[in-house]
């Protein structure tokens, strides 16, 4: 089994910049993507990112151009790199591990919050 740990939220100021990190602390076979989702105030959860095993990237309109997801196989780590933060980023982020037949692997959360 994986336990995936998020770390890297906080505040920020419009404008700013984050790095979010998620370590994986196993490895799994049956998983063919990480993904990074986030869930702001009153919202629905919205997928932001995905990498594939194959190293195939995927991002939601709204952060194309200024979130950059990568990752570290060494490390067994995914990033989010966060840029130009606005204030409706603010949300609960959070790491998963999609996995093929069975239940995705979900980390507990970071908060990022943008605001002057």
């Known amino acids: 089994q994986v336990q995936l740990v998020e770390s890297g939220g906080g505040l920020v100021q419009p404008g700013g910049s984050l790095r979010l990190s998620c370590a994986a602390s196993?490895?799994?076979?049956?998983?063919?993507?990480m993904a990074w989702y986030r869930q702001a105030p009153g919202k629905g959860r919205e997928r932001v990112a995905q990498i594939s095993n194959g190293g195939s990237t995927y991002y939601t309109n709204s952060v194309k151009g200024r979130f950059t997801i990568s990752r570290d196989n060494a490390k067994n780590t995914v990033y989010l790199q966060m840029n130009g933060l606005k204030p409706e980023d603010t949300a609960v982020y959070y790491c998963?591990?999609?996995?093929?037949?069975?239940?995705?692997?979900w980390g507990q959360g970071t908060q990022v919050i943008v605001s002057s």
């Open positions: 998963q591990a999609n996995r093929i037949g069975v239940n995705d692997y």
């Open positions: 196993g490895i799994d076979p049956s998983i063919n993507a």
